[in-house]
């Protein structure tokens, strides 16, 4: 083949291959695929709470009480024990462990905190409408971190430099459990990460390579987009198993809500949050979109099908905001001691 | 009064005042305290550890497997577990509680990990010379993160960022449990918190307050600091207890070395590390102060005294290195799984 051919050719393909990536866009944008935004303003609207909005002084005083295993009743258990920030915002077991090493009783798996901001409701029945509500239940669980409200404000009152802090974050400067909640689902919203699939939907052709495009285009076609979608990627209440029953499980095992219905998990970061489904039956992602095929659109996925959706998904691994390992305040004589029992 | 006088009395007050703190500072000296140098080159040779020399690369890869909960056969329990850098580098309750919520048998408290470095051995019985031999030790115990040596190096080379992470620390690259132990009490070295007390020992005759001189020299006048001494201002065997028995427990709880010797903590942040002793017996400072008095100095101080020492080793809570918390690698189908039984 002589140069100018060549050349011609690769041109050729390089437009035919920019057109259509062009029409990916278009075609995961369509299907309801959005990116999280690279525009600051853009990305504050969409995380932020206006009942209680975000500043500075909330989402630190948010990522100390987020780290204190001080608002747990043995001062052992802090939210980042079972959504841990260093691996995936998640505990990397199948059913959360918690107070007097109590594994969730309806065996549940700790869904990750990164990116929940994007969830339609919160817990895997949907049960709470966002962080903020949900973040009063883990502490006060019996399996989970064991506190009371009160002890909770006891605690965190009992230490000048958090009095000060909430003073500084809040008019009134009061602290309650709801606050203190409050403030922790704020620091949650933060937790956001951007990856290459969200430069890819913003007009970035080249962010994915081949095979996650080939991915990405089978995941659509084949309808995993139905459930997951949107920015969170995931995060409505849909009936599960949908089609064929779940191998893993009875769903009595876990009842959703009023129509069954479980929570579809984000795929953010899914390469590193293994084990899958509320659950945590499989540690293997191919297995995971193995079933998924089965029991949510009852297909066969072949080995190829799901290896290109593998790669897929690894473009959805995204950036963890840097976060400075809060120093927390210290107890003092009036804060009530822990209870291990 | 006259102004011309007011000054002159006023000039000679601050000299006076300076004469007594310099002479506070060579008193202090002579009585064997030593600050943490601000010199950086100093302060490397004091914590350096020649067979195994600091690099940017072994801190960095140190500071992952402390905070790395994969290294407990749980999945869930990490060095910072206990040892929280949150909170002191200890875990605020009386005895250790670590798998299958287990407490420490001989009930031992957790003694902070900061400015450990400056012991003169590790563990309550000193039974191991350094760090590095002591990392090894909670990692395999079967109530802290009972994991065994082989399950530990299999979970850690499963992991492809973590074996390159070790090619760039060691030479040899190759991942062994006494290398995963070394690169934390490498990390665990350069936990050490400058204070207002190093100042003030470096010639900063304004760095401690008046009150805190003066408990300094109740400190030694009393002869606390026989014990506790050096950088460390404490790390040294000593009998326990030395004069009169401690109310708190009989010896029989913890027998030490083969004289009965228990390891002097270090008083460094002393403020932030309650409970106290080491069966985490006594929550509040004065009262270890008071106990402290009778049964290793046989003498009553009072309430004055106590206070003002109380005063001095406020000036022992130091700064805190800046910590990023980690990202650590995804787990992959080659890690074995987390087992919580």
Redesign the interface.
């Known amino acids: 083949m002589n140069k100018k051919i060549m050349i011609s050719l690769a041109v050729s393909m390089a437009f035919t291959a920019g057109a259509s990536a062009q029409t990916l866009i278009q075609t995961a944008k369509n299907a309801g695929l959005k990116p999280i935004p690279s525009d600051k303003k853009a990305l504050m609207k969409l995380i932020d709470n206006p009942k209680n909005p975000i500043t500075d002084e909330k989402v630190e005083l948010g990522k100390k009480l987020y ?4 608002l747990s009743k ?3 258990i802090s939210c980042n ?1 079972c959504h ?5 915002g998640v ?3 199948s059913a959360a ?1 918690g107070h ?2 109590t ?1 969730n009783p309806h065996h549940l798996n700790s869904p990750t905190v990164y990116n929940a901001v994007f969830m339609d409701k919160q817990f895997w029945d949907g049960r709470e409408p966002d962080l903020e509500a949900q973040a009063q239940g883990p502490m006060q669980a019996a399996p989970e971190m064991a506190i009371s409200k009160e002890m909770a404000v006891k605690r965190i009152s009992s230490m000048p430099e958090y009095v000060k802090e909430f003073k500084k974050a809040y008019k009134d400067g009061k602290i309650t459990f709801k606050k203190i909640a409050d403030t922790i689902g704020l620091f949650e919203r933060t937790l956001v990460t951007p990856s290459p699939f969200d430069k890819f939907l913003e007009g970035d052709k080249n962010a994915l390579t081949k095979t996650q495009k080939e991915g990405l285009k089978i995941f659509i076609d084949k309808g995993c987009v139905s459930c997951h979608t949107g920015v969170g990627i995931g995060g409505s209440m849909q009936p599960f198993p949908a089609v064929k029953p779940y191998k893993y499980a009875n769903i009595g095992d876990f009842k959703g809500d009023k129509e069954s219905r479980v929570k579809t998990p984000t795929l953010r970061n899914i ?2 949050t ?1 084990p899958y489904f509320h659950n945590g039956a499989v ?2 992602l191919d297995e995971a979109i193995k079933i998924m095929g089965e029991t949510q659109l009852g297909i066969d996925l072949n080995d190829k099908e799901i290896s290109a959706i593998k790669t897929f998904l690894t473009s959805l691994t995204g950036k ?1 905001p ?7 305040p ?2 003092t ?1 009036k804060t009530p ?2 209870d ?1 029992k």
Do not use: C, H, Q
Request: net charge positive.
């Open positions: 780290f204190d295993p001080r043995s001062n052992l024990t841990n920030l260093a691996i995936g505990d990397g077991v462990i007097k090493w594994a390469t590193e293994a540690w293997s963890k840097d976060i400075k390992y809060p120093m927390l210290a107890v004589s001691k822990p291990a």
